[in-house]
């Protein structure tokens, strides 16, 4: 069974610069969330999707974040335009329903400079 | 405000001996805790988890333990091996939503 993908596994910006990660979850998993760690700090939650739905977009710090999961399946978070506090690892996370364990991706470390 | 803290950054522990890594919470609604392992580069994976109604799970060398009443759980590993050595987060949830709380990690060196 393939894990959960992201890409690209480093980015590095500059400030005002758009970047989209892309999050592919594992297939038939329809929960899929995204969290970030800023400066070897907690993981923080961002969003949760069901299927191609927005469940829980709480954790989005500010408009310049955009997610979407047209059809279901992959996800894209954009970041425009991006700020030097932006700067973290982004985990895209999977699973099936109810309470089972969240798999996560490898992570995105983007750098705004 | 942090919900869920992990007050040791770094624990150095000898290989064989037991390693304790604890975690605070402080959200009542909390009933679901895991503990998530992470290597450098690589994203957390699931290690042990325990629901609200117990105080004690096992998984081989791993136990968790849970105090309801002083909001503390604790990650037990014996015996330690280098293998080991990684990044601990533990985490939370409540029944709605779901999404997990993380604490801030530590970081589990167990020297050979």
């Known amino acids: 069974e393939a894990g959960v993908t992201q890409f690209p596994s480093h980015s590095v910006i500059e400030k005002g610069q758009t970047v989209t990660l892309r999050c592919d979850p594992i297939?038939?998993?329809?929960?899929l969330y995204w969290y970030r760690r800023v400066m070897g700090k907690e993981i923080k939650f961002l969003l949760h999707?069901?299927?191609?739905?927005?469940?829980?977009e709480s954790g989005m710090p500010n408009n310049r974040f955009l997610a979407e999961r047209t059809g279901g399946t992959y996800s894209t978070l954009k970041v425009q335009p991006a700020e030097l506090e932006d700067s973290g690892v982004y985990f895209c996370a999977s699973r099936e329903q109810g309470t089972s364990p969240l798999h996560f991706g490898n992570g995105t470390r983007l750098t705004v400079t | 405000d942090q919900q869920v803290k992990q007050n040791s950054p770094s624990l150095s522990v000898q290989e064989g001996r037991i390693s304790i890594l604890n975690c605070d919470y402080t959200?009542?609604?909390?009933?679901?805790f895991l503990w998530y392992k992470k290597y450098p580069a690589e994203g957390p994976t699931f290690l042990i988890s325990?629901?609200?109604?117990?105080d004690k799970n096992e998984d081989g060398r791993f136990t968790v333990f849970l105090n309801k009443s002083a909001k503390h759980l604790s990650l037990h590993i014996v015996p330690s091996q280098p293998g080991d050595s990684a990044v601990y987060f533990c985490a939370a949830s409540g029944s709605s939503p779901r999404q997990l709380t993380f604490g801030s990690g530590t970081q589990l060196t167990v020297l050979p």
């Open positions: 959200n009542s609604m909390f009933d679901y």
């Open positions: 325990i629901s609200s109604i117990k």
């Open positions: 999707f069901v299927k191609e739905s927005k469940q829980d």
């Open positions: 297939s038939g998993h329809d929960n």
